[in-house]
């Protein structure tokens, strides 16, 4: 594995024109300027350091920037203000879309270690703790690089300019993608003995790092197994992009190996505070009280004035507290089919008789969902589930009968009545063209806040972004084992997530990859993993075909409607309706090209040895 030295810091200009100062003042300290003494000797500077970088950390998604992206997949649609409804109508995915390129941190770091190497006096185990905790920022920097670019230069150290006019010997080439993701796990596995921060939900620790190793080893043994197994792999020819084939089982045993210490010793559990599993399910991403789950997250803090507004922009219509709160994230029929029923069936909802001549009449909006995965209560405000201890009771509009059919009858605005009294159209919609109310029937309930005013301009949010909770460590546990032919051990894994989601004990007796791809998808849901998961898999190309026939590439919608029938015994039921999201306008079309970000013109002209992806 190659390694280069790093860039360098920039170059500082300073001019002093003066005549008349005496050498006394021009040899002041500064009052306002920290010198390098100062910072690299003094454990809160260095503390507060390190905390601007983890502030820094690359995201495609997060609470606080890149959550519209839930939009832009196969989970949720955009019903948010109109001036987002390209999130709607995306023609195709732009080659750049998940580019990145952030040696300005990677620089800060290598020179941040650099300073404790050579001028700090702190004690030699309190340096070794910090320098490791740069390392993991470092690594977990090159892993995000990789997971969108394939290979980049790896630069570990200062790189210093001779100021002679030829840069190029400041010119690197692109490492290997296997490297790359070598270099990730090595540094990883390295540093996890001395990182420190035991039982650290904020600050990297030996399983944080661990958990790292455990989902970048499960990437690169999918990418070498999946790309291999393409009619036409996707390759450069210094193997910039591609791993090779025969790598991808010690990968896969890298990554069962992290997650099994970090189930055995890491000290963690699987959430289980709250009887109610849907209820259970959704604590165990926003609780900070008590969470045996979570390993690593973004935290917030009202204390700090440190908050976010996800709330105020996605929260359910008519438990809004601030009137120019939004619903901006709604997720899709699509999503909800993937939970299935407790028995083991399919999820996909019964609203039609078997032969389809019929609707299927119910009670209550709520009961169509009955007898389903805990998880999709956990993630999915649905008609009739209930939020903040409201229902959120969902109507489109009323079907009224006619003599020989229905007629939809449905309103130009919301919290509106029809002419037999009742409802017509409810405060939460769904409709089909009011902006900031749902279209597609359904609202987000995974991070968004059940705290009173957390919906509001004036108070915002603290609920935390978790970058790695012990659900997925099963999820990548099972996967690695399944990769590696150890299938009872990987259903030990899945089962024990479906058992807490409310399915019996060892509810599945066997399992194939499509089985353990369905679990990520409905216990990962709007944690940022599904476009990186289609990647690695080679999969969302077929996924996001941009087929409108193609219902994965479509965004669909269930519009619950009140029956009016006088007389009948149906009359007051509710009956369902399935089809594409109304705003919805392009079906996902994801591109060869889209497997790699492009590299922008302006790197191959600083750095002629850069190459160019595939396709670009």
């Known amino acids: 594995m190659k390694f280069y030295k790093k860039y360098i810091l920039g170059i500082t200009l300073l001019g002093v024109l003066s005549t008349s100062c005496d050498s006394e003042w021009l040899d002041r300290e500064p009052p306002n300027i920290l010198v390098d003494d100062q910072v690299w000797n003094d454990t809160k500077l260095v503390t507060g350091v390190l905390s601007n970088y983890y502030d820094r950390l690359p995201a495609h998604t997060s609470l606080t920037g890149g959550w519209v992206d839930f939009a832009a997949y196969d989970e949720a649609m955009w019903s948010g203000y109109s001036g987002n409804d390209w999130l709607n109508n995306l023609v195709t995915y732009d080659y750049g879309r998940w580019g990145l390129w952030d040696y300005g941190l990677i620089r800060d770091i290598n020179l941040a270690i650099d300073k404790l190497n050579t001028l700090s006096t702190l004690p030699a185990e309190q340096r070794t703790q910090f320098i490791s905790e740069l390392r993991f920022i470092r690594a977990w920097v090159y892993f995000d690089h990789v997971k969108r670019m394939g290979g980049v230069p790896l630069i570990t150290e200062e790189l210093i300019y001779d100021f002679g006019g030829d840069p190029s010997y400041l010119q690197y080439p692109r490492n290997t993608e296997a490297e790359v993701y070598d270099f990730v796990i090595s540094e990883m596995e390295d540093i996890a003995g001395t990182l420190g921060n035991a039982g650290s939900k904020t600050r990297a620790n030996r399983f944080t790092a661990l958990a790292v190793v455990s989902r970048a080893a499960l990437y690169a043994g999918s990418l070498a197994k999946y790309n291999s197994a393409m009619s036409a792999p996707i390759s450069l020819p210094g193997g910039e992009v591609g791993i090779p084939a025969a790598r991808a089982a010690a990968y896969f045993t890298k990554a069962l190996a992290a997650s099994e210490t970090i189930l055995k010793e890491g000290g963690y559990a699987l959430y289980r505070s709250n009887p109610n599993l849907g209820e259970n399910f959704y604590e165990a ?9 979570v390993i690593w997250a973004q935290d917030f803090l009202l204390s700090a004035d440190k908050r976010h507004g996800f709330t105020y922009d996605n929260v359910a219509r008519s438990a809004r507290e601030d009137n120019l709160g939004s619903s901006a994230i709604t997720p899709g029929l699509n999503l909800v089919e993937e939970f299935q029923y407790l028995d083991g069936t399919p999820g996909i909802l019964k609203t039609r008789t078997a032969d389809g001549s019929d609707y299927l009449y119910y009670e209550k909006v709520s009961d169509l969902f009955a007898n389903k995965d805990a998880r999709m209560y956990g993630t999915i405000i649905y008609p009739g589930a209930s939020f903040r201890g409201q229902e959120i009771f969902m109507q489109a509009g009323v079907a009224v009968w006619n003599g020989s059919t229905y007629d939809l009858v449905e309103s130009n605005g919301l919290a509106t009545e029809y002419s037999d009294g009742g409802v017509l159209t409810s405060a939460a919609g769904p409709h089909r063209s009011i902006q900031e109310v749902s279209n597609t029937g359904f609202y987000l309930r995974k991070y968004v806040d059940n705290a009173v005013g957390s919906s509001t301009r004036g108070i915002r949010s603290e609920v935390w972004w978790v970058r790695f909770r012990l659900g997925e460590i099963y999820l990548n546990a099972a996967e690695a084992a399944f ?42 849901a709007f944690e940022d993993h599904v476009v990186w998961d289609y990647k690695r898999w080679r999969i969302a190309h077929e996924k996001w075909s941009g087929n409108p026939n193609n219902p994965e590439s479509m965004i669909y919608s269930l519009y619950p409607y009140r029956v009016v029938r006088p007389g009948d015994e149906r009359d007051g039921k509710y009956v369902f309706v399935k089809s594409v999201a109304p705003r919805f306008r392009a079906p996902r079309f994801f591109q060869m090209a889209n497997y790699y970000s492009l590299i922008g013109q302006n790197i191959i002209d600083a750095n002629p040895k850069i190459v160019r992806n595939p396709f670009h």
Do not use: C, M, P, W
């Open 285 to 293: 991403v926003i609780s900070k009280n008590g969470n045996s789950e």
């Open 483 to 524: 990769e590696l032919g150890q299938n009872g051990l990987a259903l030990t894994y899945v089962n024990a997530l479906r058992e807490r989601a409310g399915f019996g004990t060892n509810s599945l007796s066997d399992l194939d990859i499509t089985d353990i791809r369905h679990e990520r998808r409905v216990e990962l």
